[in-house]
């Protein structure tokens, strides 16, 4: 398997782990605010839940801008690639 085969892997595998979390995360506020409107909880934990899932979802928008790029990009570009990646799927193998 190439660098580039292996670094789209790891970004799929990435995204889609970062996906079941947001897919989570929106049906623990959708669970919250059911609970919030019998219960009249405060504000904060909403506003908690949507920000760390709105931080998910930007996370995901990055990482699939930067996979596109990967999967369009020759293999002479896919070194430059990987140190943009590793916030991503980490600083993986030196081949």
Do not use: C, F
């Not at 292996?6 to 996906?19: F, P, V």
């Amino acid at each position: 398997m190439s660098l580039k085969d292996e670094l789209i892997r790891k970004t799929e595998a990435q995204l889609e782990e970062w996906e079941k979390q947001a897919d989570s995360l929106k049906a623990n506020a959708k669970a919250k605010e059911a609970e919030a409107e019998n219960e009249k909880a405060s504000a904060d934990i909403q506003q908690s839940a949507s920000d760390t899932l709105r931080s998910i979802e930007d996370k995901i928008s990055d990482g699939r801008k930067k996979l596109n790029e990967l999967k369009q990009s020759g293999e002479d570009n896919v070194d430059s690639l990987r140190e943009q990646l590793s916030d991503l799927i980490g600083p993986g193998d030196k081949r």
